[in-house]
């Protein structure tokens, strides 16, 4: 035992930030030419034993983070799953903990950002693309290696920076009042809120994880149409809902994916409310609808503060076995 007062308790390390772009020139069953297009921006961390590293300043157990950053590089050229969030994340996780002995957990992050592909007379062009929003999908993974014969994945897509806002169809009243309220009760209001949606899809117990196993997962799971699910019916249950609160409007959007996405264990949702302020126009004799009825034309778009409003909800079925 040293005589420093410390003992470390928890390390990893990798590399964040890591951007790549990759195109896939790809052909049409009729032969012509069409581009795809993935961007990423991604966060590669490992662990294992590297506890020398930090106690000893022993660099031999140290995988560089450059070479983590070049292994996503190299993964961006070569892996069939490049265009797929999820299953590339589960390509690059798996690698690192099969190609090294010594790292038994890795934890990948990354955000793919929108790039939607242009029509031109309705016909969708075959190598321009349009940034049309701020909105991510993201994925977070952790891969636990402790086994190396039994790999275990925890693996939680999401989608991020969503804006979305309705003017009608939400309400907030019947809250609670004490000496500090002030809030006055509104039966019609804008809601608005940038959504953050996380959700665990368990991986099949039938293909174990490994680099083989990555193209049989992807197929029986169909990360990619979950996601658009997730999405739609994040936005739908947005403009549908008659909105009680952002509390009532996020559990009934949990409620519908787990309906509609059967492979979905729990979803989470992280919702700013994001305040939209009735300018009170009565100087000038303006009825600006201040009232409860609401009905307001000019608002305040208040950058801050926001309410932040978030919960977890798990499937009955899966809760004994999460
Ligand atoms: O939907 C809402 N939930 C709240 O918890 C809250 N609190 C608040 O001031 N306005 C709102 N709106």
């Excluded at 950053?69 to 590339?88: E, G, R, Y």
């Excluded at 010594?102 to 969708?124: E, F, Q, T």
């Excluded at 409310?273 to 009170?280: D, E, S, T």
């Excluded at 303006?286 to 977890?312: H, K, M, Q, R």
């Amino acid at each position: 035992m040293s005589d420093l007062p410390g003992v470390i308790t928890s390390h990893r390390y990798g590399k964040d930030l890591v951007r790549v772009v990759r195109v896939v020139r790809d052909k049409t069953a009729d032969g012509n030419e069409i581009h795809h297009i993935i961007e990423y921006t991604i966060r590669a961390l490992l662990d294992g034993k590297i506890e020398t590293s930090y106690t000893q300043a022993d660099n031999t157990c140290v995988v560089p983070t450059d070479t983590v950053k070049n292994t996503c590089n190299f993964f961006a050229k070569t892996s069939p799953h490049v265009l797929d969030p999820s299953a590339f994340a589960l390509h690059l996780g798996t690698h690192f903990v099969t190609r090294y002995d010594h790292i038994s957990k890795c934890y990948i992050d990354l955000s793919s950002h929108k790039w939607s592909r242009i029509s031109v007379k309705g016909v969708p062009h075959k190598w321009s693309f349009v940034r049309d929003g701020n909105e991510k999908q993201t994925v977070s993974l952790v891969i636990d290696a402790a086994d190396k014969s039994d790999l275990k994945a925890v693996l939680t897509p999401g989608l991020k920076d969503l804006h979305v806002l309705k003017t009608s169809g939400s309400a907030f009243e019947n809250f609670w009042r004490d000496e500090l309220t002030t809030l006055v009760a509104v039966q019609d209001r804008i809601f608005s809120t940038s959504v953050t949606a996380t959700y665990t899809i368990p991986l099949p117990p039938n293909l174990p994880l490994s680099i083989d196993n990555i193209p049989l997962i992807a197929k029986e799971l169909n990360f990619p149409e979950i996601a658009d699910k997730v999405r739609q019916d994040t936005i739908e249950v947005f403009a549908t809902d008659e909105s009680a609160s952002v509390q009532a409007t996020l559990y009934n959007t949990c409620q519908k994916v787990l309906v509609s996405c059967p492979a979905v264990t729990e979803i989470s949702y992280a919702l700013p409310n994001k305040h939209y302020i009735p300018v009170n126009l009565s100087a000038f004799k303006l009825d600006n609808g201040l009232g409860y009825e609401g009905g307001a034309e000019v608002f305040y778009p208040a950058p801050d503060p926001s309410g932040w409003i978030e919960a977890t909800v798990a499937r009955k079925s899966t809760l004994h076995k999460l």
